[in-house]
């Protein structure tokens, strides 16, 4: 056992150096020209931001492997030999706290502040925007907390007297525990229901704030999660649908990209316009409408470009560059099937574990048992897959509703062209959610997950939550993820094989 919890050591620093590389792989290559040799301070935290996300999703399975260190240990305080996983779990949680509501908001207020402006003046406005919003969360926080910080636990009243030792222990429906015959000496075995009452107790600030955050990164998820189960694989099949069948003519290509450059020059004009608005202070309900109509048509005029760059390549390597793209939709086509196989799984082991009570099956709980039946490590491999598929539905669910929904912010991740806001707004995306991830992954792998230290965290007290509870007695993140996928999948069989259209002359709204 030693051999292994030694390993275990090994293998979780090995991983979370090949994290951070991989952080740094794609900072480097998915960050903007303009952010180039500037900006460190943001890439930190981008980097440093999506290994925790990381670390924290790996972090479930390496408890379900630590704790089967000492599953089949011989003698007492075996488990106290392994990783101290409760303890890591809390410290995860605070530096995602403290990442999310505090060092990403600073980073990207310093990031978008005014490039005339000297640093130290942009230090300070940020700062000055991160103290207000933390004061005001503080009060907010702490209002909820004196009113309804507090844990209601369901449990009943238990009691029976004393009774001799018996010589013999049999036991039968007309005797179901000892002493059967005395008046009270089977009151905890028969029980009734009035003898269940409520257990009031209040909860600590920490926990409080971490069950809150919960929340929140819940209902992102429900959300973005829902959605994104559905088009993350139907919108890779979609994309491989609409692909461009062969390579157009010359004339067809000027054509083309005549009416693209017009299309590119009103943007700008249009984006001139916001900024000397902005300029002279006048950012109203109307220019931020206008912002997001711009940067819909900017993304929508950057998907055309490149896929006139697609139907027409050009260069010496013309031919190759052709094929390169044709299998690149191919290995679309493959990954989205795939994917839609895994939000399938998905989807039924919600239903029959989750929603149906008792369940149906283990279903998924049972397929990870197995295959560490096969080998020991292919279990937590394909478990950790699974949470790590939740995490990209959440990215893919924030695009697709980004582009449709005037609320939400559009954020890209582009290779190549992706400026530090977005990175940023992605990394605290996945930080909140990936909490949230790791809560619905526990409960959802219950069977596979059990007597682990993220069970303990995530058990009673945030399901008993005054208040918060009933959320999670009910189902309600459950269902609305359902719901959405439902929606979702509707959505795209009708509309999203279908390639949009340009609207005509772009226009602000007046």
């Known amino acids: 056992m030693g051999d292994f919890n030694l390993a275990l050591v090994i293998v979780a620093i090995v991983v979370c150096v090949l994290v951070f590389l991989f952080n740094v792989y794609l900072l480097v290559n998915y960050q903007h020209p303009d952010d180039a040799n500037q900006a460190y301070f943001p890439k930190f935290v981008v980097v440093f931001g999506l290994s925790i996300a990381a670390i924290s999703i790996l972090m479930l399975p390496a408890d379900v492997a630590n704790r089967q260190a000492c599953r089949h240990a011989i003698y007492n305080g075996a488990c106290n030999l392994t990783l101290p996983m409760k303890e ?33 003046k942009r230090i300070k406005s940020a700062l000055l925007w ?72 209040r909860t600590t ?72 608005e902005e300029r002279s202070g006048s950012k109203g309900r109307k220019w ?10 900017l993304l929508q005029l950057e998907e055309d470009v490149k896929l006139l760059e697609e139907m027409y390549p050009q260069g010496e390597k013309a031919e190759t560059s052709w094929a390169l793209t044709v299998l690149g939709y191919l290995a679309k086509l493959v ?40 080998w020991g490590l ?5 478990f950790a897959f699974f949470c790590f ?65 993220a069970q303990e965290i995530f058990g009673h007290t945030l399901q008993s939550l005054r208040g918060i509870k009933y959320l999670y007695k009910y189902n309600v993140f459950q269902i609305a993820f359902i719901v959405l996928a439902a929606l979702t999948f509707v959505y795209y069989v009708a509309f999203g094989w279908r390639r949009k259209k340009p609207s005509g002359r772009f226009q602000l709204s007046s």
Request: net charge positive; with cysteine; aromatic share 12%.
């Open 205 to 276: 600030f920490p926990e409080y704030v971490v069950a809150l955050a919960t929340i929140v990164g819940s209902v992102l998820f429900s959300i973005f999660g829902g959605v994104g189960i559905a088009c993350l694989p139907l919108g890779l099949i979609a994309s491989f649908i609409r692909r461009p069948k062969a390579v157009i003519t010359r004339s067809q290509y000027i054509k083309e990209a005549t009416e693209l450059g017009k299309r590119a020059k009103e943007v700008k004009k249009a984006a001139d316009a916001l900024h000397q």
């Open 288 to 297: 931020r409408k206008n912002v997001k109509a711009v940067e819909k048509e």
């Open 335 to 374: 990954l989205g099937i795939l994917g839609l196989i895994v939000s399938v799984a998905w989807i039924i082991h919600i239903v029959i574990y989750l929603l149906i009570d008792p369940p149906l099956s283990p279903f998924l709980n049972e397929v990870f048992i197995k295959l560490d039946d096969i």
């Open 130 to 201: 991160v103290v207000t919003t933390a004061i005001v969360c503080a009060l907010l926080l702490g209002i909820l907390y004196g009113l309804a910080g507090k844990v209601d636990f369901t449990v009943r009243h238990l009691s029976s007297v004393t009774t001799n030792f018996p010589s013999n222990w049999d036991f039968s429906s007309g005797q179901p525990c000892i002493g059967g015959s005395g008046a009270h000496a089977c009151s905890a075995y028969t029980a009734s229901a009035s003898s269940e009452k409520t257990w009031t107790m």
């Open 378 to 382: 292919l279990g937590t491999v394909a």
């Open 389 to 453: 598929y939740l995490l990209l539905a959440v990215i893919a669910g924030a695009m697709m509703l980004g582009l449709r929904l005037v609320f939400i912010t559009i954020h890209p991740m582009k290779w190549g062209a992706t400026l530090m806001n977005s990175f940023l707004f992605n990394v605290g995306l996945i930080l909140l959610c990936s909490i949230s991830v790791i809560q619905f992954c526990a409960t959802a792998f219950g069977y596979y997950a059990q007597a682990t230290a």
């Open 88 to 120: 890591l779990w809390l410290a995860v949680y605070i530096i995602d706290a403290v990442l999310v509501f505090f060092v990403i908001p600073f980073a990207m207020f310093f990031y978008e502040g005014d490039q005339d402006k000297s640093v130290g």
